[in-house]
């Protein structure tokens, strides 16, 4: 197979996972997500000699990347709109949300953003982009021990941080299941 080939496979079996993973990572920025995907296979495309057999995993390293560059001119960007007094922030401080509008489980995704962006992606490519640790050593960029290594101690990070919000988090407490329970409720 050639390398325009083996390029044209790796976008056609790749091309949504590729999407979600940046969409998943630009928050909402949804205008953005095209722009980013377009970039990553542009770099694909330009060193398609480079793809490796599995590719999704060098194609999620590329992403970091090409991320990186997108959350900086984005950056940029706000901060020109913050000067020229034309700040969406503000008109945007008008929504007031609903008691009922966090989102199941919201509060695992408080303590992910509570972490590192080095944590945070480690924890997202073996949760979000289901890869095993040879394919997260790919895409960080490492070895399969230090990929390792990284995702235990995220993984000890993200424990404290759900540990610590312990007293935020929605939960049914033994009193007052009791409680519950003695008023006729349950």
Same mark, same amino acid.
């Given at each position: 197979? !050639? &390398?325009?080939?083996?390029?044209?496979?790796?976008? @056609?079996?790749?091309?949504?996972?590729?999407s979600r993973y940046v969409a998943r990572r630009l928050d909402g920025r949804t205008s953005e997500v095209e722009e980013v995907v377009a970039e990553v296979f542009t770099v694909a495309w330009r060193r398609?000699?480079?793809?490796?057999?599995?590719?999704?995993?060098w194609?999620?390293?590329?992403?970091?990347?090409?991320? !990186? &560059?997108?959350?900086?001119?984005?950056?940029?960007? @706000?901060?020109?709109?913050?000067?020229?007094?034309?700040?969406?922030?503000?008109h945007g401080r008008q929504i007031v949300a609903s008691p009922d509008a966090d989102t199941p489980g919201g509060w695992v995704h408080e303590a992910l953003a509570r972490l590192s962006e080095a944590d945070q992606e480690v924890l997202r490519l073996t949760a979000w982009e289901e890869l095993g640790i040879d394919e997260v050593a790919v895409a960080l960029g490492c070895g399969t021990r230090a990929a390792s290594m990284r995702l235990h101690r995220a993984r000890l990070r993200l424990r404290a941080e759900i540990d610590r919000m312990g007293p935020l988090r929605p939960s049914v407490t033994s009193a007052d299941a009791t409680a519950s329970k003695e008023h006729g409720h349950g």
């Open positions: 197979m !050639s &390398n325009d080939e083996i390029f044209a496979a790796a976008y @056609r079996e790749h091309y949504w996972a590729v398609r000699a480079d793809l490796p057999g599995s590719p999704l995993p194609l999620y390293g590329v992403a970091r990347n090409c991320l !990186s &560059n997108a959350v900086r001119g984005y950056g940029r960007r @706000r901060r020109l709109v913050d000067r020229l007094g034309n700040d969406e922030t503000a």
